[in-house]
Antibody, heavy 121, light 112 residues
């Protein structure tokens, strides 16, 4: 059974760096054809893809946010960490991590519950 | 402004068939497969359709997907009240730097 759970601060100040951790179980990020992505959703708005890391440590970032994002994995801990620098109130959103696998067309087939991050001074 | 275009809303009565469209371009839908997600109020998105028309285990066959050219559609037959949700399409977008995921703006489905 695949599960994912996001953790991190619920409130950050403008200009600060956000660090979110995705802790997962039921799969290994060292297995070929597996990835973990981050997607966010501002209140009342659409989903926005942020980043994706693959089993082979290949990394993809949203072009519009690439300069502010870093995604890493710790296979031994079953964790993926996303950092976003220079946070702004417009970054207020629910942040989700999700499992992705080649056999499902690299779709996001399992999602965490999400964590709401508010950016405010 | 989302890369993939969806109607902001759709509606239908119980038992009816409704379709939701997703329009893109040659760099995304035109050259890659489409996935659909369902987001019930207050919950995380759930994968509904992958690779244009494949249903994950557990998704009722009332839900179906199709793709033609640079557009895709999600069809829901035998509409039920529990289908009231937001629906999002997604696809890879090919750029000079590789492939990146793009989502549609979402369609809010109301069951009347």
């Amino acid at each position: 059974q695949i599960t994912l759970k996001e953790s991190g601060p619920t409130l950050v100040k403008p200009t600060q760096t956000l660090t979110l951790t995705c802790t997962f179980s039921g799969f290994s990020l060292s297995t070929s054809g597996v990835g973990v992505g981050w997607i966010r959703q501002p209140p009342g708005k659409a989903l926005e893809w942020l980043a994706l890391i693959y089993w082979n440590d290949d990394k993809r970032y949203s072009p519009s946010l690439k300069s502010r994002l870093t995604i890493t994995k710790d296979t031994s801990k079953n964790q993926v960490v996303l950092t976003m620098t220079n946070m702004d109130p417009v970054d207020t959103a629910t942040y989700y991590c999700a499992h992705s696998i080649h056999s499902s067309g690299w779709s996001f087939d399992y999602w965490g519950q999400g964590t709401l991050v508010t950016v405010s001074s | 402004q989302s890369v993939l275009t969806q109607p902001p809303s759709a509606s239908g009565t119980p038992g009816q068939r409704v379709t939701i469209s997703c329009s893109g371009s040659s760099s995304n839908i035109g050259s890659n497969t489409v996935n659909w997600y369902q987001q019930l109020p207050g919950t995380a998105p759930k994968l509904l359709i992958y690779s244009n028309n494949q249903r994950p285990s557990g998704v009722p066959d009332r839900f179906s997907g199709s793709k033609s050219g640079t557009s895709a559609s999600l069809a829901i037959s035998g509409l039920q009240s529990e289908d009231e949700a937001d629906y999002y399409c997604a696809a890879w977008d090919d750029s000079l730097n590789g492939r990146d995921w793009v989502f549609g703006g979402g369609t809010k489905l109301t069951v009347l």
